[in-house]
């Protein structure tokens, strides 16, 4: 049993305002994530950039690898996996691919481990400007870890 409720005719009925809608990854307006006309994927990517930019160094942006390729399997097509970089910038001889995350999704954390054995490439993450003004420090001085892109050029 339902509840009734009557309303007398010519009551404006009044109903909640409704919430702009966010998103699920909390992504701001692409307005408040455009620099010089290229719209990025968030606030930190577009800050990330404008510091390398300010520092002379133009990384290469939204490098795709392809971590599977489509198929069909009884009759069922399959899309191809793909991952798609941040970045891709050479420091002192040494290529990075570089990733600006706030958190990590589950599909993400897939996506990393997808990219270490096809490709044998490990992700730099960087989560803030700071954080990546010490890696590019670090690599500079020559500083190679398991970020550093085992595959040739």
């Known amino acids: 049993m339902g509840i009734s409720i009557t309303i007398p005719?010519?009551?404006p009925v009044k109903y909640p305002e409704e919430q702009p809608k966010r998103n699920k990854f909390n992504i701001s307006k692409k307005s408040d994530r455009t620099l010089n006309g290229i719209v990025f994927?968030?606030?930190?990517?577009?800050k990330v950039w404008e510091w390398l930019a300010q520092n002379s160094m133009v990384p290469e942006r939204q490098i795709s690898f392809e971590?599977?390729?489509?198929f069909e399997l009884n009759g069922v097509k399959y899309r191809a996996i793909t991952y798609v970089a941040d970045f891709a910038l050479e420091v002192a001889g040494h290529r990075y691919i570089i990733?600006?995350?706030g958190?990590?999704?589950p599909d993400y954390a897939l996506k990393l481990k997808l990219m270490a054995y096809v490709?044998?490439?490990a992700i730099?993450?960087?989560?803030?400007?700071?954080q990546m003004r010490e890696f590019i420090d670090r690599a500079r001085?020559?500083?190679?870890?398991?970020?550093?892109?085992?595959?040739?050029k």
């Not at 994927?41 to 577009?46: C, T, Y």
């Not at 001085?141 to 040739?152: D, N």
Request: glycine share 4%.
């Open 41 to 46: 994927d968030s606030k930190m990517e577009m």
């Open 141 to 152: 001085q020559g500083f190679v870890t398991a970020q550093k892109i085992l595959a040739p």
């Open 103 to 105: 958190f990590r999704t």
């Open 67 to 70: 971590l599977q390729p489509k």
């Open 9 to 11: 005719k010519g009551t």
């Open 99 to 101: 990733d600006v995350k």
């Open 119 to 121: 490709h044998k490439i």
């Open 124 to 130: 730099v993450e960087i989560k803030s400007v700071k």
